[in-house]
T-cell receptor, first 114, second 115 residues
Framework: GENVEQHPSTLSVQEGDSAVIKCTYS??????FPWYKQELGKGPQLIID?????GEKKDQRIAVTLNKTAKHFSLHITETQPEDSAVYFC?????????????FGTGTRLTIIP | ETGVTQSPTHLIKTRGQQVTLRCSSQ?????VSWYQQALGQGPQFIFQ???????GRGNFPPRFSGLQFPNYSSELNVNALELDDSALYLC??????????????FGPGTRLTVL
């Protein structure tokens, strides 16, 4: 089955700087890659996603890049703010296959230093 | 539009007992997925329900079972609780059209502690 690895496990960034989180996946059939933000005591919240027919997607300060050949994808957060502090999870799934099972990475705890 | 809700928020059980967790999907969503999130880990897929039938299952034993009701709400049942079942249980709802899915929206979870 699919295996998703995520690095780093913790990341501290000065406010205003950029943060990058990287993930690799094992199943070349995976075609949907969402990123979730989880704050303390809450469920994961979808912040951005990308499909395998797209190499990059941007939404304001957040961007995701996908390299299908290398089977890795990354989350980029620019101009970080204190409210960006949270745990971030990448995930992968095979869409349009009858069911959608998300396989998650182990998470990155991002701390923004004021 | 109401979001995904789960009950109860917290639950404490003892080993060997049975537990039922409940989830109300977001308005208009017809698919419910359940995930187990151990402390410090990413969520792990338990199973998914569509049209009141199990539609995909992760690597969990049969003592994990579920139901989906005609209003698309769902229950997760766990029998013969073990200490390792202590975790945050997350419900996610989504819209399935044919074999195509939209994004999954997660509820706040139920924190289960097994003593």
């Amino acid at each position: 089955g699919e295996n998703v690895e995520q690095h780093p496990s913790t990341l501290s960034v000065q406010e205003g700087d950029s943060a990058v989180i990287k993930c690799t996946y094992s199943d070349s059939a995976s075609n949907y890659f969402p990123w979730y933000k989880q704050e303390l005591g809450k469920g994961p919240q979808l912040i951005i996603d990308i499909r395998s027919n797209v190499g990059e997607k941007k939404d304001q300060r957040i961007a995701v890049t996908l390299n299908k050949t290398a089977k890795h994808f990354s989350l980029h957060i620019t101009e970080t703010q204190p409210e960006d502090s949270a745990v971030y999870f990448c995930a992968a799934s095979i869409r349009n296959f009858g069911n959608e099972k998300l396989t998650f990475g182990t998470g990155t705890r991002l701390t923004i230093i004021p | 539009e109401t979001g995904v809700t789960q009950s109860p928020t917290h639950l404490i059980k003892t080993r060997g007992q049975q537990v039922t967790l409940r989830c109300s999907s977001q308005s208009g969503h017809n698919t419910v997925s359940w995930y187990q999130q151990a402390l410090g880990q990413g969520p792990q897929f338990i199973f998914q329900y569509y049209r009141e039938e199990e539609n995909g299952r992760g690597n969990f034993p049969p003592r994990f079972s579920g139901l989906q009701f005609p209003n698309y709400s769902s229950e997760l049942n766990v029998n013969a609780l073990e200490l390792d079942d202590s975790a945050l249980y997350l419900c996610a709802s989504s819209i399935r059209t044919g074999r195509s899915y939209n994004e999954q929206f997660f509820g706040p979870g139920t924190r289960l502690t097994v003593l």
